[in-house]
């Protein structure tokens, strides 16, 4: 079996790709990655001499390179991960997020109708997206498969354009799809534009603490590592057509996670108690700013099994020993060295 996974050296997708190059030798698979600033392949250094890994450069906007590319590998399946994500990024510059979130997306669907309209037995586009489509909750309910989408920002709106594309080349064409919608991820090597690693490494290095607003904001947080089982689960066992809820079954105001992670941080630094909380600065709020997410995850558990498998105290306190164990990997990102020395030794088989 061939999968192609997209966005595979961003966060969640290298933790895909690693997950399905170790447990399915029999399977190929190809990490298509366009290694924009999130991208990188230091994620997969682990695995990158396996002879079921393949990673190819490319662009899912240009329509012309997607295309040959599928017609090339006859790939069976596609888990497309490939995304702009950060919404600030989205506020500053909202077209870039169409063209790669729909358009990129768009692209994907066609190359995958194309070689498998003679016969969709077992293929299957998987599409991962976000919790954000579904706009914002008060301080009660759940977002569920069925809730309405209300997208608020640029991110969120181009999510729900290319989740809305999916389900109509299902219903259209009769591709063969899935999606699932998940919570705010954390965990090894993600970017550290999101709050997490990047409150890490400020605290690491005695820096501002910027929190939007007065810190109300309440998000669900999923370990990344769960998010990708989950995605396995799904992929294989997922029935056609529907839609999934990852959550983490685990809701924290910003500011209760950012104090959190000060006292754990203080205690890994052997810094007196406190010391990190004071760099913590309020500032204004950001535009479009949802209230609260919170997923109910109880279908992809009910159906497939899929459960949490560890507390968020459990998973923050992995992840800061993670980040503070592999400074180098941090250093080199927030200084953008990973990129430079990528663009001449990247492989492409």
Known sequence: MKILITGGAGFIGSHVVRLFVNKYPDY?????????YAGNLDNL??????????????????????????????FDGTIHLAAESHVDRSILNPLEFVQTNVIGTVNLLNAARDIWKENYTNKLFYHVSTDEVYGSLGNEGLFTESTAYDPHSPYS??????????????????LPIVISNCSNNYGAYQFPEKLIPLFIHNIKNSKPLPVYGKGENVRDWLYVVDHARAIDLVYHQGKQGATYNIGGFNEWKNIDLIRLMCQVMDKKLNQTEGTAEKLIEFVKDRAGHDLRYAIDASKINQELGWSP????????????????????????????NYQTYYETQYVKR
């Open 157 to 174: 709106a181009s999510k729900a354009s290319s989740d809305h594309f999916v389900r109509a080349y299902h219903d259209t064409y009769g």
């Open 28 to 36: 190929q698979i190809f990490n298509l990655d366009k290694l924009t």
């Open 45 to 74: 250094k682990d695995i990158e001499q396996k002879s079921n890994y393949h990673f190819i450069k490319g662009d899912i906007v240009d329509q012309d390179f997607v295309q040959e590319l599928y017609h090339k590998h006859k």
């Open 309 to 336: 498998s560890v507390t968020f105290e459990q998973g923050i306190e992995l992840t800061i020993d993670w980040y503070l164990e592999n400074t180098q990997w941090l250093d080199n990102v927030t200084s953008g």
